[in-house]
DNA sequence: ACATATTCGGACACAAATGTCCTATTTTTT
DNA sequence: AAAAAATAGGACATTTGTGTCCGAATATGT
């Protein structure tokens, strides 16, 4: 469903920030090793999060990625995704066909069209935050 | 959501679907036009069809693809998706953890998972006899 | 000032998905 | 029997996703 790289770039977010609420900046090698990725490969990934403004670095010794709380706040899953996998997922028929529209349906479009706003709407509603306290509370886990 | 090939799989069996569904059998380079593919590709996607015996094929002249009534009735779009995807995509945690669980969730489990399972009940009851008729009756389009 | 620790960014490397080509095989028609 | 029309299947080619490496830039501490 999502890319290996907005996964990375998602569990990356959700740790970067529960360390942020403890008010630490965190170390690219701290944050793979936590999360389990590929070093060099996730930091592509946030370098990409640090432009789009959705976590902030630092570089120099005692330097990291951080999350403003403001920010922990408001971004959502569907907010990491777009910045990595674009805005193409809302919108592509389900059967490949070259758009998607009610006019012009593909065969599941009627059935399928609400399942998928579902799924948006969701990620849309789910903020980092949200995630972060739940792996704080070892509700969840993160690798 | 979806890979490509399963796209075209899909596709494509809807069309062989409906071209029996008037007693006739269709050819490779005809199914390609019709559904938009490229036609070599989804000549290996047919052929890991007709494997599982989804479709049925006939070599030689006036050969081609076609589909027995009463799999045209019991085929769903799960079906289709497993023969070429595998199973795994029932499985696979939305964040990318080694193992999707209740037990030892990941942040977004207890929201997704029942989107997902949505998704999945829905692929198993969409047959590809109602996608054909949707076709049919021009309320659909496969390309 | 210098050494050190860190992110940044470009170039490269590898793997998987997608797509093409050519030959073999099978069936039908002539 | 031969020719033609179709699928089957292996090998190859291209593109995209994933991942690595290394030098540059920058901030901190000594
Ligand atoms: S046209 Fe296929 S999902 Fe909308
Ligand atoms: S553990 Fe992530 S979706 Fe189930």
Redesign the pocket.
């Known amino acids: 469903m999502l890319?290996?790289?907005c996964e990375?770039g998602i569990r990356a977010t959700i740790f970067i920030a529960l360390q942020s609420l403890m008010g630490m900046r965190t170390?690219?090698?701290y944050i793979a090793e936590e999360i389990d990725s590929?070093?060099?490969?996730t930091?592509?990934i946030?370098?990409k999060l640090?432009?789009v403004k959705i976590i902030e670095?630092?570089?120099?010794?005692?330097?990291?990625?951080n999350m403003a709380s403001d920010r922990i706040k408001s971004t959502s899953v569907l907010d990491i995704v777009y910045a990595i996998d674009g805005y193409d997922i809302c919108n592509r028929c389900v059967l490949g066909l070259s758009q998607c529209s009610s006019n012009n349906p593909c065969s599941v479009h009627h059935k399928f069209r609400p399942v998928r706003e579902d799924l948006i709407a969701l990620m849309n509603k789910t903020t980092v935050e949200e995630m972060a306290l739940g792996i704080k509370d070892k509700l969840a886990i993160l690798r």
Chains 1, 2 share one sequence.
Not at 38 to 41: G, R
């Open positions: 890319s290996k790289t990375y170390s690219l090698k590929p070093e060099a490969f930091a592509k946030l370098q640090v432009r670095s630092s570089k120099g010794v005692n330097g990291g990625f």
